[in-house]
C-alpha cells in the first residue's frame, strides 16, 4: 500500500510497487507478484505518527463496538506473524483459505517489545495481531519447533511496561487455543477464533478436521471463560453438506454459545461462504463450473459466486443461509443489549449486490479524482 502510495504521489515508478495488477498503456493486463519478505526484517509502524488520525477517526469506531470490553479504549493493528502452519500443508489447508504460499513466519519478540510499549504504553491501545493463526506459534505445538508465543511471554513478562497488562487480541484455531491459552494469558486480552461450524461432518469437509466438534469448543471456551479471556467468534453457515436441518441446529448451537458465554464474548460474526480468489472453494469453484470461469476477473461479483456455491454444494439455498444468520444477529444482538455489550457481525464477503455497486461506484469515483 506505502508503494502505491508512492507511486500515485509520483515518487515511485508503478513498476516497482509489488503485489499490484493493472492495465499498461496498451491495455495488457500487469500482475506484479508479492514477493513474501521476511517479517522479522520489517518495520513495524509508528503509530505515534498518525495519533491526531486514530482520535479522529478510529478511536470513534472502538468505542461504538468494543470499548466496554476493553481497559485500554483504542486498538491498532501491528503484522506480528504471517501464515498458519496448518497452511504450509496444502492437504491441511482449510478449504475457505487463500494463504497459499505465506506461511509461516514471525517478527523477532526482543525487536517487538519496544513497538508494543509505545503501543501500550504511551499511546493507550490495544494491538490487533494481524496473523492468521498466531495462538498456534508456542512451542507446546509442531514438536517444538517455534517458540514465537513463549518469547513474547517471556519479553512482555521482562518489560516493566507491558508486565501485567492484557492488550492483544490474536486468532487462533481451538487446539491451538487449548495449547497456548495458558501460556499467553498475562499479554493476550482476546482469543478471535473461526470455530466455522459446529456439525463434525460439515467441519471435516471445510477444514479437513483441524476444528472438530462441539465438546472440543466447549473446552476451549470454558478454559477461555477461566482465564478471563474476551471471546472474538466467528463461523460459516452454509458449508458444503449443509440441510436444513443442519441450519436449525446450527442456529441453535450458536444461540446457546452466545448465551453461555455472554459475559467474555465481544463479538459474533456468522456468514455465508465467502468464495475468495486463491481460497480451495474458489479454486473447486473455477475449475468445474462454467460460470465461475465465465465471471473470473479484476472484480468478481461475490454475492453471486457465494449464491452459485450455497446451490451447488448443500440441500438449501443463499435465502435458507441468510434467514439462518439472520436468526442469530437478532438473538446475539438481544443478548448484547441486555448488558453484554455483544456485537453481531453478519458477512465478511458475499454481501448483497447493491452494496458490491456502492463499493464499486465509490471506488471508481476515487480512481477518476486521481
Ligand atoms: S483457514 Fe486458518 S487454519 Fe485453515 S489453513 Fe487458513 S490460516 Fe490455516
Given at each position: 500500500?506505502?508503494?502505491?502510495?508512492?507511486?500515485?504521489?509520483?515518487?515511485?515508478?508503478?513498476?516497482?510497487?509489488?503485489?499490484?495488477?493493472?492495465?499498461?498503456?496498451?491495455?495488457?493486463?500487469?500482475?506484479?507478484?508479492?514477493?513474501?519478505?521476511?517479517?522479522?526484517?520489517?518495520?513495524?509502524?509508528?503509530?505515534?505518527?498518525?495519533?491526531?488520525?486514530?482520535?479522529?477517526?478510529?478511536?470513534?469506531?472502538?468505542?461504538?463496538?468494543?470499548?466496554?470490553?476493553?481497559?485500554?479504549?483504542?486498538?491498532?493493528?501491528?503484522?506480528?506473524?504471517?501464515?498458519?502452519?496448518?497452511?504450509?500443508?496444502?492437504?491441511?489447508?482449510?478449504?475457505?483459505?487463500?494463504?497459499?504460499?505465506?506461511?509461516?513466519?514471525?517478527?523477532?519478540?526482543?525487536?517487538?517489545?519496544?513497538?508494543?510499549?509505545?503501543?501500550?504504553?504511551?499511546?493507550?491501545?490495544?494491538?490487533?495481531?494481524?496473523?492468521?493463526?498466531?495462538?498456534?506459534?508456542?512451542?507446546?505445538?509442531?514438536?517444538?519447533?517455534?517458540?514465537?508465543?513463549?518469547?513474547?511471554?517471556?519479553?512482555?513478562?521482562?518489560?516493566?511496561?507491558?508486565?501485567?497488562?492484557?492488550?492483544?487480541?490474536?486468532y487462533?484455531?481451538?487446539?491451538?487455543?487449548?495449547?497456548?491459552?495458558?501460556?499467553?494469558?498475562?499479554?493476550?486480552?482476546?482469543?478471535n477464533v473461526g470455530l466455522e461450524a459446529?456439525?463434525?461432518?460439515?467441519?471435516?469437509?471445510?477444514?479437513?478436521?483441524?476444528?472438530?466438534?462441539?465438546?472440543?469448543?466447549?473446552?476451549?471456551?470454558?478454559?477461555?471463560?477461566?482465564?478471563?479471556?474476551?471471546l472474538y467468534i466467528s463461523g460459516i453457515m452454509?458449508?458444503?453438506?449443509?440441510?436444513?436441518?443442519?441450519?436449525?441446529?446450527?442456529?441453535?448451537?450458536w444461540?446457546?454459545?452466545?448465551?453461555?458465554?455472554?459475559?467474555?464474548?465481544?463479538t459474533v460474526s456468522v456468514s455465508?461462504?465467502?468464495?475468495?480468489?486463491?481460497?480451495?472453494?474458489?479454486?473447486?469453484?473455477?475449475?468445474?463450473?462454467?460460470?465461475?470461469?465465465?465471471?473470473?476477473?479484476?472484480?468478481?461479483?461475490?454475492?453471486?459466486?457465494?449464491?452459485?456455491?450455497?446451490?451447488?454444494?448443500?440441500?438449501?439455498?443463499?435465502?435458507?443461509?441468510?434467514?439462518?444468520?439472520?436468526?442469530?444477529?437478532?438473538?446475539?444482538?438481544?443478548?448484547?443489549?441486555?448488558?453484554?455489550?455483544?456485537?453481531f457481525g453478519g458477512y465478511m464477503?458475499?454481501?448483497?449486490?447493491?452494496?458490491?455497486?456502492?463499493?464499486?461506484?465509490?471506488?471508481?469515483?476515487?480512481?477518476?479524482?486521481?
Amino acid at each position: 500500500m506505502m508503494g502505491l502510495l508512492y507511486a500515485l504521489q509520483g515518487q515511485l515508478d508503478l513498476t516497482r510497487v509489488p503485489s499490484l495488477a493493472y492495465r499498461d498503456h496498451a491495455g495488457q493486463v500487469v500482475n506484479q507478484s508479492a514477493p513474501s519478505y521476511p517479517l522479522d526484517r520489517r518495520l513495524l509502524p509508528d503509530y505515534r505518527l498518525i495519533e491526531d488520525q486514530l482520535t479522529t477517526h478510529y478511536d470513534k469506531a472502538f468505542a461504538v463496538w468494543y470499548a466496554q470490553h476493553y481497559e485500554l479504549k483504542r486498538m491498532v493493528t501491528m503484522p506480528l506473524d504471517g501464515g498458519c502452519t496448518w497452511g504450509s500443508r496444502a492437504s491441511r489447508r482449510c478449504r475457505h483459505c487463500s494463504i497459499q504460499g505465506l506461511t509461516p513466519k514471525t517478527t523477532d519478540p526482543h525487536a517487538v517489545v519496544p513497538v508494543l510499549e509505545t503501543v501500550v504504553g504511551r499511546l493507550g491501545a490495544n494491538v490487533y495481531a494481524a496473523g492468521d493463526s498466531t495462538c498456534g506459534f508456542s512451542r507446546a505445538q509442531w514438536s517444538g519447533e517455534i517458540s514465537y508465543l513463549d518469547d513474547l511471554a517471556e519479553a512482555c513478562a521482562a518489560s516493566p511496561v507491558l508486565r501485567g497488562r492484557r492488550f492483544m487480541l490474536a486468532y487462533g484455531l481451538v487446539y491451538e487455543f487449548l495449547q497456548s491459552a495458558e501460556l499467553c494469558k498475562d499479554f493476550i486480552r482476546t482469543w478471535n477464533v473461526g470455530l466455522e461450524a459446529f456439525d463434525p461432518k460439515l467441519l471435516r469437509g471445510d477444514s479437513k478436521g483441524i476444528n472438530k466438534g462441539p465438546e472440543r469448543v466447549t473446552e476451549a471456551l470454558d478454559l477461555a471463560q477461566r482465564l478471563d479471556y474476551r471471546l472474538y467468534i466467528s463461523g460459516i453457515m452454509g458449508l458444503p453438506g449443509t440441510t436444513l436441518q443442519t441450519l436449525r441446529t446450527e442456529v441453535d448451537h450458536w444461540l446457546a454459545l452466545a448465551e453461555t458465554y455472554r459475559d467474555c464474548i465481544t463479538t459474533v460474526s456468522v456468514s455465508s461462504p465467502g468464495v475468495i480468489p486463491g481460497s480451495r472453494m474458489y479454486y473447486d469453484s473455477y475449475r468445474t463450473d462454467p460460470m465461475v470461469r465465465a465471471v473470473h476477473g479484476e472484480i468478481i461479483p461475490a454475492r453471486r459466486l457465494t449464491e452459485r456455491y450455497v446451490r451447488r454444494n448443500t440441500e438449501v439455498e443463499l435465502a435458507d443461509v441468510e434467514a439462518a444468520i439472520a436468526e442469530v444477529g437478532r438473538g446475539v444482538i438481544t443478548l448484547g443489549k441486555q448488558g453484554s455489550h455483544m456485537k453481531f457481525g453478519g458477512y465478511m464477503l458475499g454481501g448483497k449486490d447493491h452494496e458490491e455497486e456502492r463499493e464499486r461506484h465509490l471506488l471508481g469515483t476515487i480512481c477518476a479524482e486521481l
